[in-house]
């Protein structure tokens, strides 16, 4: 393997049902549609960086079954190095979506399957040294995560961790990160406040700040609709959200980091690299399905 950039985490098999409203507890609502969709937050993320031109490996498991097959046949087309994913014991990782036609919003239960036995020594020394960017999610096990970034360090990778979803962190894994990537739900959970009202610069700094994080670490916050909000150098910048017609809103996150990984390797400025990915995630909620809605470079280039 020879990417520039590897990322190290989650494939599986998304089950989406389509319904007009989100049905109360204990009621029963008819859906409008059933699909399967190629998914988990690394594999997309993966499709991400690909579709915008860059080489891309992703280092993951899937379980000895059908759902495994078809997912390493779609990173295969998708021009995705898969030659560091291992079969599993285990079935392969599937997510459970709801998606509510009338707010675009989704609810996603994810059963990890082999997810949850990805090791870090899948990464061989040579990708560590072709790699200039690391990208890791939680959904695989977080003490891998953190073995994989403190061996990456000597290679001079620049490691970002996706803290989505939000459990099992360690302060030593975020101490072991160079960009941390959370959405407004995440940042309350680590921060230990709900950040209310206008979501203003000034309000994200004092969520932030209760992060212990050190001088040199950054963070991304993306806000949905909202926008984006970039912290660098203890310096905020707040990036509007665009106007888009949401269709589903499902990996729009990890097409925001696969962008941002992908401009930021090319151009080496944060910030630019985040109003680049606020297009791309903002274009991939027009379309169905989590790596199938991923948008390519010619898109982006041309989108407002
Ligand atoms: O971020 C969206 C992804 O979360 C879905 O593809 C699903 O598989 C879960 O990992």
Same mark, same amino acid.
């Given at each position: 393997?020879?990417?520039?950039?590897?990322?190290?985490?989650?494939?599986?098999?998304?089950?989406?049902?389509?319904?007009?409203?989100?049905?109360?507890?204990?009621?029963?609502?008819?859906?409008?549609?059933?699909?399967?969709?190629?998914?988990?937050?690394?594999?997309?993320?993966?499709?991400?960086?690909?579709?915008?031109?860059?080489?891309?490996?992703?280092?993951?498991?899937?379980?000895?079954?059908?759902?495994?097959?078809?997912?390493?046949?779609?990173?295969?087309?998708?021009?995705?190095?898969?030659?560091?994913?291992?079969?599993?014991?285990?079935?392969?990782?599937?997510?459970?979506?709801?998606?509510?036609?009338?707010?675009?919003?989704?609810?996603?239960?994810?059963?990890?399957?082999?997810?949850?036995?990805?090791? /870090?020594? &899948?990464? +061989?020394?040579?990708? %560590? !040294?072709? *790699?200039?960017?690391? #990208? @890791?999610?939680?959904?695989?096990? =977080?003490?891998?995560?953190?073995?994989?970034?403190?061996?990456?360090?000597?290679?001079?990778?620049?490691?970002?961790?996706?803290?989505?979803?939000?459990?099992?962190?360690?302060?030593?894994?975020?101490?072991?990160?160079?960009?941390?990537?959370?959405?407004?739900?995440?940042?309350?959970?680590?921060?230990?406040?709900?950040? /209310?009202? &206008?979501? +203003?610069?000034?309000? %994200? !700094?004092? *969520?932030?700040?209760? #992060? @212990?994080?050190?001088?040199?670490? =950054?963070?991304?916050?993306?806000?949905?609709?909202?926008?984006?909000?970039?912290?660098?150098?203890?310096?905020?910048?707040?990036?509007?959200?665009?106007?888009?017609?949401?269709?589903?809103?499902?990996?729009?996150?990890?097409?925001?980091?696969?962008?941002?990984?992908?401009?930021?390797?090319?151009?080496?400025?944060?910030?630019?690299?985040?109003?680049?990915?606020?297009?791309?995630?903002?274009?991939?909620?027009?379309?169905?399905?989590?790596?199938?809605?991923?948008?390519?470079?010619?898109?982006?280039?041309?989108?407002?």
């Amino acid at each position: 393997m020879s990417s520039e950039i590897t990322v190290f985490g989650s494939i599986n098999m998304d089950l989406v049902v389509y319904s007009a409203k989100e049905p109360q507890k204990g009621e029963t609502v008819i859906g409008s549609s059933f699909e399967t969709f190629q998914g988990g937050k690394g594999a997309n993320q993966a499709v991400a960086i690909s579709r915008l031109g860059v080489p891309v490996s992703f280092v993951g498991k899937v379980g000895n079954d059908v759902f495994g097959n078809e997912l390493l046949d779609a990173l295969k087309k998708e021009a995705v190095d898969i030659s560091a994913v291992q079969r599993s014991s285990e079935d392969s990782g599937t997510a459970f979506i709801n998606v509510f036609e009338e707010t675009s919003q989704n609810q996603i239960i994810v059963i990890l399957g082999a997810n949850a036995l990805v090791n /870090s020594d &899948q990464v +061989t020394e040579e990708t %560590l !040294i072709s *790699s200039k960017i690391l #990208i @890791a999610q939680l959904e695989t096990p =977080s003490g891998e995560t953190e073995k994989l970034f403190k061996r990456s360090k000597k290679f001079d990778c620049y490691r970002i961790l996706n803290t989505a979803p939000v459990h099992n962190l360690s302060n030593s894994l975020m101490d072991e990160s160079d960009l941390l990537i959370m959405n407004e739900t995440e940042l309350a959970t680590l921060s230990g406040e709900s950040p /209310s009202g &206008q979501l +203003t610069s000034t309000v %994200l !700094i004092k *969520s932030l700040e209760k #992060i @212990a994080l050190t001088s040199s670490q =950054s963070v991304i916050v993306t806000l949905g609709s909202q926008g984006v909000f970039v912290y660098e150098n203890k310096i905020g910048t707040l990036i509007p959200g665009l106007d888009v017609l949401p269709v589903d809103t499902t990996g729009s996150g990890d097409c925001f980091v696969g962008a941002l990984a992908a401009q930021y390797l090319a151009h080496g400025n944060l910030v630019d690299a985040a109003y680049f990915a606020n297009k791309a995630a903002a274009l991939s909620v027009t379309k169905k399905g989590a790596s199938a809605s991923m948008p390519f470079l010619e898109e982006v280039v041309n989108f407002i």
